[in-house]
C-alpha cells in the first residue's frame, strides 16, 4: 500500500462515504413516510370512535336526568304528605295561643283601667299643700344630710389636726406605713403538699387610711387578723407624691427651728429606697417617679426661695452604716477621688452623738443635693439576692443642715425662749438655759437676759445629769446683731432586714446580713426601752443606735415610714415591721423644741 495517495483518490473516497449516507437516510425517510400513514390511519379511526362514544353519553345524561327528577317528585310528594299532619297541628296550637293572648289582653286593660281610677281618686284626696309640705320636708333632709355630711368631713380633719398636735405635744414618733404593691417576686411555687395559703396570697390590707390588717393564716391554726394604725396608711395604688404630701408639712417645720428626720424602715424588697429615692437612677427621674429625699431637697429650697428677708445657707453631708461602721461618703482620697472613709461617733460633753471629721458640702439647690447624692450612691454597699437584684446592703444617712440668719433674732429669741418658758410651765418643769449648756435643774427665778438666748446644742442631752461645768456660763451682752440658728433634715434609708434562708446570701454576704439584722435589733430594742420608759436605754448597742441618738431619744421631729410587703410569703417580716412601728408609737419623747444653735452674736 502506496504511504502518499493522490488527491483525486482522497476526493473520490468522500464522495463514495456521501453517496452511502444519502442512500440510507433516503430510506429512513421512506419508513417514516410510511409510520406516517399509518398513524393517520389511526387518528381517523379514534376521531369516529370518539364521536360515537359522545352520542352515547348524552343520550345516557339524558336518562339519568328524566329518571333524577322523577325520583325526586316521587320523594317531594311523600314529604308533602308526611308534613301536612304537622302543619295543620302547629296552625291548631297558633290559634289556641292568640285566643289566650286575646283574653290576657282585654283583663290587662281592666286591670289598667282600675289602676287608672284609683290613681285619679289618690289625687283627688291629697290636698295641695300636703305634697309641697312633704316636697319641703324632703328637701329640709337632704339639706340637712349634706350639712351632717360636711360637719363629718370638717370634725374627722380637726381630729387629725388635734391628733397631729397631741403628737407634737407628747413628742411621739410619728409612723407611717406603706404597703407595696404584689411583685414578680412574690410568685413562688407552692408547697408541693398543697396545704397552706399560697406564698403569693395578699394576706396585709390597708382598709382605711390609718388602719391595716393582716390575715394570719397558718396550717393547723385558726385564722386570725391582726389590727395595727398607724398615722397615715398608703395603699399600693398611693403614688409617690401622696407618700410625700404627709411627710411635707415636717419641711415648714424645719425652717420654724425644729430638727427633722425621716426613716425608712422595712425588709429587703419591701420599696424603702423606692419610697426615699425612686426607683430610677437620679439623672433619670421623673418628678412623679421621685422619691421623698428629692422632692425634700426642692421643697426645702422652695420654701427658703419664700423668705427673701433671712439668710439661709445649706450643706450636705452623706453616711452610710456598713457592717456596724460608719463612713462618710463625701471623703475623697489622696487622688482626689471620691472613697468612703471610716469614721468614729462621738459623744460631747453635752451628751449629744457627733461623727468626728465628717464633710458638709455647701449646695445652693436642689439639683445641687442631686447631683452630690448621684455621685455618692455609686459608692454604697450593693450585693444581689434570691429576693432583690440590688439589695441594699447598709444603712444610708442624708443629712441636709440649714444655717439661718435672720435679722430679726433677737425677736425671735424672745419667742423661742417665751414658748420655752410656756412649755416649762405646762409640764411642771423649768429648765436653765445657756449658750453653751443645758441644765436640767430648775431656775429660782426668770432672768430677762435668757430671752435671748438659746441652747448651742443641736440636740438635748439625753440624761438628765449636769454639765461638767461647776457654774452657769455667762451670757454675752444682748446685741441686734444677726445670729445664726442650725436645723438638721435627717433621712435615713435603713437597711432591709432578711432570712438568710430566704434570701440565699453566703460567704462575705453573711456578715453583712448579721450585721444588718443585729443594727435593726438594736434599734427595736431601743424603742422598747424608750417606750417602757426603763432607766438605761441601750443606744451604745450598735453604731446606727448611737448615731440616731439625738433623733430617737432628743427633740427631732421624727417621722418613721414602714415599708411592708403584702403577701403570705413575707407575712412575718411583714408581721415585725408593724410591731416596730407600734412600739414605735409608745414612745413618749421630750416635746420637740425648736432650735437655735450655735447663737452667736458679734460685738
Same mark, same amino acid.
Given at each position: ?39 393517520? !390511519? ?5 376521531? *369516529? ?69 284609683? +290613681? ?24 340637712? +344630710? ?24 407628747? *413628742? ?30 395578699? #394576706? #396585709? ?44 408639712? !415636717? ?30 437612677? +437620679? ?47 463625701? =471623703? ?80 425671735? =429669741? ?77 433621712? #435615713? ?7 438568710? *434562708? ?25 424603742? *422598747? ?75
Amino acid at each position: 500500500m502506496p504511504l502518499f495517495l493522490n488527491r483525486d483518490q482522497i476526493f473520490a473516497h468522500q464522495v463514495h462515504l456521501l453517496e452511502h449516507k444519502l442512500r440510507s437516510k433516503e430510506e429512513r425517510i421512506l419508513e417514516l413516510e410510511t409510520e406516517n400513514a399509518i398513524l393517520h !390511519l389511526r387518528l381517523a379511526e379514534c376521531v *369516529g370512535k370518539l364521536r360515537q362514544g359522545q352520542t352515547g353519553d348524552s343520550k345516557t345524561v339524558c336518562f339519568y336526568q328524566h329518571t333524577r327528577k322523577s325520583h325526586k317528585n316521587v320523594i317531594s310528594r311523600s314529604a308533602l304528605a308526611k308534613l301536612l299532619p304537622e302543619v295543620q297541628a302547629i296552625k291548631q296550637t297558633l290559634s289556641e295561643v292568640f285566643a289566650v293572648y286575646l283574653s290576657f289582653a282585654t283583663e290587662l286593660e281592666e286591670q289598667s283601667k282600675q289602676l287608672l281610677e284609683k +290613681l285619679e281618686q289618690a289625687r283627688g284626696s291629697l290636698h295641695g299643700g300636703d305634697a309641697e309640705s312633704l316636697q319641703a320636708e324632703v328637701a329640709a333632709l337632704q339639706r340637712s +344630710l349634706e350639712e351632717e355630711r360636711e360637719r363629718y368631713k370638717t370634725e374627722r380633719s380637726r381630729r387629725k389636726e388635734l391628733h397631729n398636735a397631741l403628737v407634737e405635744l407628747r *413628742g411621739n414618733i410619728r409612723v407611717h406605713c406603706r404597703l407595696r404593691p404584689v411583685l414578680p417576686l412574690d410568685q413562688v411555687p407552692s408547697s408541693p403538699s398543697g396545704s397552706g395559703p399560697s406564698p403569693s396570697e395578699e #394576706v #396585709v390590707t390597708a382598709v382605711s387610711d390609718d388602719t391595716v390588717v393582716v390575715n394570719c393564716i397558718k396550717p393547723g391554726v385558726a385564722a386570725h387578723s391582726k389590727v395595727f394604725e398607724f398615722e397615715r396608711v398608703h395603699g399600693p395604688d398611693d403614688s409617690q407624691d401622696a407618700v410625700f404630701q404627709e411627710v411635707k408639712p !415636717l419641711l415648714t417645720s424645719l425652717l420654724d427651728g425644729y430638727n427633722v428626720c425621716i426613716m425608712a424602715y422595712g425588709q429587703t424588697g419591701s420599696g424603702k429606697t423606692h419610697t426615699m429615692m425612686g426607683s430610677e437612677p +437620679l439623672g433619670e427621674l421623673s418628678a412623679a417617679q421621685q422619691g421623698i429625699i428629692p422632692k425634700a431637697a426642692a421643697e426645702l429650697f422652695q420654701l427658703i426661695s419664700e423668705k427673701p428677708d433671712d439668710n439661709h445657707a445649706v450643706e450636705v453631708s452623706v453616711m452610710e452604716v456598713h457592717n456596724n461602721e460608719v463612713f462618710d461618703l463625701l =471623703a475623697k482620697d489622696e487622688q482626689g477621688n471620691a472613697a468612703g472613709q471610716r469614721r468614729d461617733v462621738v459623744t460631747t460633753s453635752s451628751g449629744c452623738s457627733q461623727v468626728a471629721s465628717l464633710i458638709h458640702q455647701p449646695v445652693c439647690d436642689a439639683a445641687q443635693v442631686m447631683q452630690v447624692l448621684g455621685g455618692v450612691l455609686r459608692l454604697r454597699a450593693h450585693c444581689p439576692t434570691l429576693i432583690h437584684s440590688d439589695s441594699s446592703r447598709s444603712h444610708l444617712i442624708v443629712t441636709l443642715t440649714v444655717s439661718s440668719k435672720s435679722p430679726n433674732a433677737l425677736a425671735l =429669741a424672745r419667742r423661742l425662749q417665751r414658748a420655752k418658758r410656756d412649755m416649762r410651765r405646762c409640764s411642771g418643769q423649768r429648765e436653765w438655759w445657756s449658750p453653751q449648756c443645758r441644765r436640767s435643774s430648775p431656775a429660782p427665778a426668770y432672768q430677762p437676759s435668757d430671752e435671748l438666748f438659746a441652747s448651742a446644742t443641736s440636740s438635748p442631752c439625753p440624761s438628765p445629769s449636769p454639765c461638767p461645768s461647776p457654774s452657769p456660763c455667762p451670757s454675752p451682752r444682748p446685741s441686734g446683731s444677726q445670729a445664726v440658728f442650725r436645723t438638721k433634715l435627717q433621712l #435615713v434609708d435603713l437597711a432591709g432586714s432578711e432570712c438568710v *434562708g430566704v434570701s440565699g446570701v453566703s460567704g462575705a454576704s453573711l456578715w453583712e446580713v448579721s450585721c444588718i439584722n443585729r443594727s435593726l435589733s438594736a434599734l427595736s430594742d431601743v424603742l *422598747g426601752a424608750l417606750a417602757e420608759q426603763r432607766p438605761h436605754v441601750p443606744y451604745r448597742n450598735s453604731r446606727l443606735t448611737h448615731l440616731l441618738q439625738d433623733v430617737i431619744g432628743g427633740d427631732a421631729k421624727l417621722l418613721l415610714m414602714l415599708c411592708v410587703s403584702p403577701t403570705q410569703r413575707f407575712v412575718t417580716e411583714s408581721l415585725q415591721s408593724l410591731g416596730l412601728g407600734a412600739r414605735a408609737r409608745q414612745v413618749q419623747k421630750e416635746a420637740p423644741r425648736r432650735r437655735s444653735s450655735a447663737l452667736r452674736v458679734k460685738p
